[in-house]
């Protein structure tokens, strides 16, 4: 009897709930529900309080209002793939041929997807000198077969083996992602990967620089209050254009990110959980000022990264109306 009695019990608060809920927003009852209820219970239970219900109804609104409320408040999280970026870059050792734009990499296997991507070779771009060439940065117009594919630029070297770096360009899917934040508190997921990051600037084979200062992101930021955070050092890595190019008569790279006014708010940037790689082969050489050299690419502007303490990098920033820009536990190279 007990056991009926409880069924009965959830069978009239289910079809009483339901009754009133549905009552109390305006649509009709259910009544097969209510029917199932009477044929179980019998004609002797006592009908209970319908207000009871009611007001169950009405603190539920009351709690799912409030939910929303609290929902709204909640940090927003962005995932740069959900926009389109991938972390594909890879390393490649090409065979090229000078005024040729076939490379060969036998160690690689493309396929019809890495049409349009990036390609990075050091030391097989134009002349310098005897003994010096240009890096070429170039994108891939056709597959040839597995191992070779067909640039959009000409080498300038005879070579074997030459260093590289191929992937898809993920400066736009970023940009779009950094668009999309808004508060002050948006989290910004990278997932693991290798994001190549390349400034349209450097693609571009008509642009000249108007003077030695002249240089372009490929990530623009206007607003603080985001939070990069990736799946740890060397995990999320993000690679920059390391390759070098004559753009008129200065050498060009480009950077990754730039703080640009006017901000929309001066909260903090936080960058987390990530290797920030430069990309430059064979890395940080021993001359590392500016103008950078036209005859090897050797040097660049390295005054942020003097400001070793948060403290003075913050001082910077409050004095030029910048965003402070911390970087937390990530590599830098």
Same mark, same amino acid.
């Given at each position: 009897?007990?056991?009926?009695?409880?069924?009965?019990?959830?069978?009239?608060?289910?079809?009483?709930?339901?009754?009133?809920?549905?009552?109390?927003?305006?649509?009709?009852?259910?009544?097969?529900?209510?029917?199932?209820?009477?044929?179980?219970?019998?004609?002797?239970?006592?009908?209970?309080?319908?207000?009871?219900?009611?007001?169950?109804?009405?603190?539920?609104?009351?709690?799912?209002?409030?939910?929303?409320?609290?929902?709204?408040?909640?940090?927003?999280?962005?995932?740069?793939?959900?926009?389109?970026?991938?972390?594909?870059?890879?390393?490649?050792?090409?065979?090229?041929?000078?005024?040729?734009?076939?490379?060969?990499?036998?160690?690689?296997?493309?396929?019809?997807?890495?049409?349009?991507?990036?390609?990075?070779?050091?030391?097989?771009?134009?002349?310098?000198?005897?003994?010096?060439?240009?890096?070429?940065?170039?994108?891939?117009?056709?597959?040839?077969?597995?191992?070779?594919?067909?640039?959009?630029?000409?080498?300038?070297?005879?070579?074997?083996?030459?260093?590289?770096?191929?992937?898809?360009?993920?400066?736009?899917?970023?940009?779009?992602?950094?668009?999309?934040?808004?508060?002050?508190?948006?989290?910004?997921?990278?997932?693991?990967?290798?994001?190549?990051?390349?400034?349209?600037?450097?693609?571009?084979?008509?642009?000249?620089?108007?003077?030695?200062?002249?240089?372009?992101?490929?990530?623009?930021?206007?607003?603080?209050?985001?939070?990069?955070? =990736? *799946?740890? /050092? $060397?995990? +999320?890595?993000?690679?920059?254009?390391? #390759?070098?190019?004559?753009? %008129?008569?200065?050498?060009? &790279?480009?950077?990754?990110?730039?703080?640009?006014?006017?901000?929309?708010?001066?909260?903090?940037?936080?960058?987390?959980?990530?290797?920030?790689?430069? =990309? *430059?082969? /064979? $890395?940080? +050489?021993?001359?590392?000022?500016?103008? #950078?050299?036209?005859?090897? %690419?050797?040097?660049?502007? &390295?005054?942020?990264?003097?400001?070793?303490?948060?403290?003075?990098?913050?001082?910077?920033?409050?004095?030029?109306?910048?965003?402070?820009?911390?970087?937390?536990?990530?590599?830098?190279?």
């Amino acid at each position: 009897m007990e056991r009926h009695g409880a069924q009965s019990r959830r069978l009239y608060a289910l079809a009483s709930s339901n009754s009133h809920e549905m009552n109390f927003l305006g649509i009709p009852l259910d009544l097969k529900l209510r029917q199932l209820y009477h044929r179980h219970a019998g004609s002797t239970m006592k009908m209970q309080n319908p207000l009871r219900c009611r007001w169950c109804v009405i603190l539920f609104a009351w709690l799912y209002l409030a939910g929303q409320t609290l929902s709204s408040s909640q940090t927003p999280f962005l995932n740069v793939t959900n926009f389109g970026a991938r972390g594909d870059a890879a390393t490649l050792l090409a065979n090229t041929v000078s005024n040729s734009t076939t490379i060969i990499c036998p160690g690689n296997r493309f396929t019809s997807v890495d049409v349009g991507k990036v390609v990075e070779l050091f030391g097989a771009g134009a002349t310098t000198s005897p003994t010096n060439h240009q890096d070429l940065v170039a994108s891939i117009v056709s597959v040839n077969n597995g191992t070779a594919v067909t640039l959009n630029r000409s080498c300038g070297i005879t070579a074997n083996r030459v260093i590289g770096v191929y992937g898809i360009n993920n400066a736009s899917a970023f940009q779009a992602c950094i668009d999309d934040c808004s508060g002050t508190n948006t989290v910004v997921n990278i997932p693991a990967g290798q994001y190549l990051l390349v400034s349209p600037e450097a693609l571009n084979s008509t642009y000249v620089m108007p003077n030695m200062f002249d240089t372009h992101p490929a990530v623009t930021i206007q607003k603080g209050g985001i939070t990069f955070t =990736g *799946a740890g /050092p $060397g995990n +999320s890595i993000l690679l920059g254009c390391g #390759a070098w190019q004559l753009k %008129g008569t200065f050498a060009y &790279r480009g950077y990754m990110f730039a703080c640009q006014g006017p901000v929309t708010n001066d909260a903090s940037l936080v960058f987390d959980q990530l290797t920030i790689d430069g =990309g *430059a082969s /064979p $890395g940080r +050489s021993s001359y590392a000022y500016f103008p #950078a050299s036209t005859i090897n %690419g050797n040097g660049w502007d &390295r005054y942020p990264w003097r400001l070793k303490s948060e403290r003075k990098w913050q001082s910077y920033c409050s004095r030029n109306k910048c965003i402070l820009i911390r970087l937390l536990r990530q590599d830098q190279k």
